[in-house]
């Protein structure tokens, strides 16, 4: 009995090829399977290393401005976070300004709604930078201190960070290391124990905008100027 149905399950099966039946064995339909699964799962694995590398995020495909001294992410290195052609730029430049709120000396306070940093002087004044800001739905506001500071710091995107990404065909990398091709700039001033930071940025001109995942941005000369004047322990107040 056990002979018969081996026979059975091997006998050619009538198939439809281009509108005329042909018969073919059992075990070529098995192989045939096969095969597309194969080819399916390594298409499907190949998939995020293609969409990673064309996401505009892999620093070895930026390219240095000289115009502008500053290196940029093929992204969009020439335009807005709208599309639009940006034919000129210029920075923001800081300026001592009066500061009538009482705040100890040396301490920051940032306002997301005028996408400014107020460094405390004293005596009634501040030193005002342009930066900028989380965007819509990523606003954030607190009071906190400065717990550390790093020159050159190396990018780790946030988990969080990277599902977000990911979740819109933008494949973020795990890591990039510091220097000049690192999104977080020159310098970076560490809030608390947040993953917040004041940093510099290597696409100056998005300062000024609400485009960032929360963290407050500044041009590279803005941050390293900032950076040598604050202190690890400075109270830092954000509010929109």
Known sequence: ?????????????????????????????????????????????????????????????????????????PSAPDQTSHGEIQREWSAIPRQIVHFSEAQPKGSIVISTTERRLYYILGNGRALRYAVGVGKEGLEWSGLDTISSKKSWPDWRPPAEMRSREASKGRFLPVHVEGGPDNPLGARALYIGNTLYRVHGTNQPWTVGQANSSGCIRMTNDDVIDLYDRVKIGSQIIVRH
Do not use: C, E, H
């Open 1 to 73: 009995m056990a002979a018969i149905m081996i026979l059975l399950a091997n006998l050619p099966v009538p198939v439809n090829v281009s509108g005329r039946k042909v018969l073919i064995a059992p075990r070529l339909i098995r192989r045939f399977r096969a095969s597309v699964l194969v080819a399916a799962a390594s298409i499907a694995a190949v998939a995020p290393a293609q969409a990673q590398s064309n996401s505009g995020y892999d620093p070895r495909s930026w390219t240095y401005d000289p115009a502008r001294n500053v290196l940029v992410s």
